[in-house]
């Protein structure tokens, strides 16, 4: 078995067909098909199943590829620890980030890294699960991943700053005469929520039980950009971090009390290469702190 063969059996996986999987890989269709036959006779199973709709991964299959792109994953960064030079990186960098945390601190800083390194390779994915970033973190499938702290948070992880976390309110809502919106005044009112398995989620419960609120969920949604956009348009409100607010919205945010803030951790593969630790040193370097309050204020001065 070859780390080629991992790394076809992968795009098989994919792209759901030998066919597509070889345009990906820019290599002859019979080449991807006799070497995915081999790594299956060296096996001796079946990784793939034939359906109407394409090639599916056997359950067996699907444990072999979780191993395989560990070790195909592995490998690449192996080879882009053993090219990078002092004034250059090259490879590729996987990073995770909490849906919710770090909007405006990821991108800032994954900007100044591809500048100074336009070679380096990133593929940046949301995961709004902390039981999942966790799984993945302790597997090795990531490079880096930047979440908000919890329980299950390692020992090691690099705590950033701290997120601070605004409501955003339908527009005329009485609350918006308000700096800072008391929370207890929001009693009663209708909730846009996540996922119940997401990190933002499980802060907004824990708000709502301190401050003896009884939820009322309007409706649960995957991303923030769309509770924000709902919390607008007057379905409910929603907690949020400060940052994700996008320009067209942050009039309608307003800070709460008590403060809420959460802190915000970045997680790096133990053995971390150069790529990891210049985006670890320019993550650090970002604004996580800044008062809502504050923001509020420079926002309105702008639009008087």
């Not at 080449?31 to 056997?58: K, N």
């Not at 380096?120 to 908000?148: H, I, K, N, Q, Y």
């Not at 409501?167 to 008391?182: F, N, S, T």
């Not at 309608?252 to 990891?276: F, K, N, Q, Y």
Request: proline content about 5%.
């Amino acid at each position: 078995m070859s780390l080629r063969q991992y790394e076809y059996a992968l795009a098989v996986a994919e792209e759901g067909s030998v066919t597509a999987a070889a345009e990906r890989l820019r290599v002859a269709q019979p080449s991807v098909s006799q070497q995915i036959r081999g790594l299956e006779r060296d096996l001796g199973v079946r990784l793939f199943a034939r359906t109407p709709t394409g090639l599916v991964p056997t359950a067996v299959g699907r444990a072999f590829l979780r191993e395989a792109q560990v070790a195909v994953s592995a490998s690449r960064r192996a080879r882009a620890t053993a090219r990078a030079g002092a004034d250059e990186l090259v490879g590729e960098l996987t990073v995770a980030v909490q849906m919710g945390f770090g909007t405006r601190q990821l991108p800032n800083a994954l900007g100044t890294l591809r500048r100074r390194f336009p070679r380096l390779e990133v593929t940046v994915f949301e995961e709004p699960s902390s039981a999942e970033l966790d799984r993945l973190c302790r597997r090795g499938v990531l490079d880096l991943a930047l979440m908000a702290a919890c329980e299950r948070s390692p020992a090691d992880a690099h705590h950033l700053g701290d997120e601070e976390l605004v409501v955003v309110l339908g527009a005329g809502h009485p609350q918006l005469a308000a700096d800072r919106v008391e929370l207890r005044a929001l009693e009663g009112e209708p909730w846009v929520r996540f996922d119940r398995d997401s990190a933002l989620d499980g802060v907004l419960e824990n708000v709502l039980r301190d401050n003896a609120l009884t939820p009322v969920t309007a409706a649960r949604v995957s991303q923030t950009a769309t509770a924000v956009r709902w919390a607008a348009h007057g379905l409910g409100v929603t907690l949020v971090p400060a940052s994700v607010v996008p320009d067209a919205h942050r009039h309608l945010a307003r800070p709460v009390s008590p403060v809420v803030t959460h802190p915000v951790i970045a997680v790096v593969r133990r053995d971390a290469g150069p790529a990891e630790t210049a985006l670890l040193g320019l993550l650090r370097e970002e604004t996580w702190s800044e008062s809502a309050s504050a923001a509020v204020r420079r926002d309105r001065l702008r639009a008087g």
